[in-house]
């Protein structure tokens, strides 16, 4: 079983819809939790960071985290085609941990 | 600030070839990593450093080496390219290793 766990979709959604990408993860000690964006041909940058168990807001963006279930998602509100990208999810544990990603296209 | 910056962008190699894909970060950070990252498989953790001088294996060291001379430097060297070894590689610092990762722009190597 993979450490991180993340649906590599491709996952394509209509403008102004509601995004949510999800990863699941093994091991309970882990405690920092991230979200990464890269677009094509690029290097990935953070878009989210979480401590804690629950939800992060920063504008359209909303990281959750539920510890119990060992479940982060991401959701993305009015999803715009320049959120078009790969989205990663990663964890700390030591050295950080990333998901395959998800490849999501936002079609106008 | 440059950030983490990667030289070269691309590169062709034969098998049984050797290289060295650079790597400077102009943010005094202590932490170095470098990362291969392949088609629907994430990023894979090759080495890290975590100060001048010091390394350690990632996931995946094989095949690779690499020095950390300097708070700034980090370069990674293939010594006998192999086809298996034909990935994107990223390098990436940060100031702790629960932090924030900055990364660079990526090497596309290709190994024929």
């Known amino acids: 079983q993979k450490e991180v766990e993340q649906d590599p979709g491709p996952l394509s959604v209509p403008e102004g819809a509601i995004v949510s990408l999800n990863c699941t993860y093994s091991?309970?000690?882990?405690?920092?939790f991230m979200w990464y964006r890269q677009y094509s041909r690029k290097g990935p940058e953070l878009l989210m960071y979480t401590y804690s168990s629950g939800n992060k807001e920063d504008g359209r963006f909303t990281a959750q985290v539920d510890k119990s279930s060992k479940y982060i998602s991401l959701f993305i509100r009015d999803s715009q085609p320049s959120d078009s990208a790969t989205y990663l999810c990663a964890t700390v544990l030591g050295d950080m941990r990333f998901g395959a990603g998800t490849r999501l296209t936002v079609k106008p | 600030n440059a950030g983490v910056t990667q030289t070269p962008k691309f590169r062709i190699l034969k098998i049984g070839q050797s290289m060295t894909l650079q790597c400077t970060q102009d943010?005094?950070?202590?932490?170095m990593y470098w990362y291969r990252q392949d088609p629907g498989m994430g990023l894979k953790l090759i080495y890290y450093s975590v100060g001048a001088g010091i390394t350690d294996k990632g996931e995946v060291p094989n095949g690779y080496n690499v020095s950390r001379s300097t708070t700034e430097d980090f370069p990674l060297r293939l010594e006998l390219a192999a086809p298996s070894q034909t990935s994107v590689y990223f390098c990436?610092?940060?100031?702790?290793?629960?932090?924030?990762?900055?990364f660079g722009p990526g090497t596309r190597l290709t190994v024929l």
């Open positions: 990436a610092s940060s100031d702790r290793n629960y932090n924030e990762q900055f």
């Open positions: 091991n309970s000690a882990f405690q920092y």
């Open positions: 943010m005094n950070h202590n932490y």
